[in-house]
Nanobody
Framework: QVQLVESGGGLVPAGGSLRLSCSAS????????MGWFRQSPGKEREFVAA???????YYLDSVKGRLTISRDNDKNTVNLQINSLKLEDTAVYYC?????????????????WGQGTQVTVSS
């Protein structure tokens, strides 16, 4: 069982920046693929970014250049830096962990999920 706890969400003005963090339990964190997803009211959960154990990184095309995912295996954390926030970035952001080698860009590829952290971008 892997427990994930997100932090760093909040209310931010458009154009601002935010850094989300996810703390994970487990002794083999360095072997996990870690992902970030988001979900807005009435919409399906959407892939945002992922980083594999070997450092391979994936981003949703529409957010490339604004988001940076990183991991610290010594601290069992994965971070998501979001710059130039837009109103459409408003969502609950979820951290997820994958123990195997499934797809990194789809919800079905992940085994464990955090509770989510709300990001609200104001105009």
């Amino acid at each position: 069982q892997v427990q994930l706890v997100e932090s760093g969400g909040g209310l931010v003005p458009a154009g601002g920046s935010l850094r989300l963090s996810c703390s994970a339990s487990g002794r083999t964190f360095s072997s996990y693929t870690m992902g970030w997803f988001r979900q807005s009211p009435g919409k399906e959960r959407e892939f945002v970014a992922a980083i594999r154990w070997n450092g391979d990184i994936y981003y949703l095309d529409s957010v490339k250049g604004r988001l940076t995912i990183s991991r610290d295996n010594d601290k069992n954390t994965v971070n998501l830096q979001i710059n130039s926030l837009k109103l459409e970035d408003t969502a609950v952001y979820y951290c997820a962990a994958q123990l195997g080698t499934a797809t990194a860009t789809q919800v079905r590829g992940y085994d464990f999920w955090g509770q989510g952290t709300q990001v609200t971008v104001s105009s």
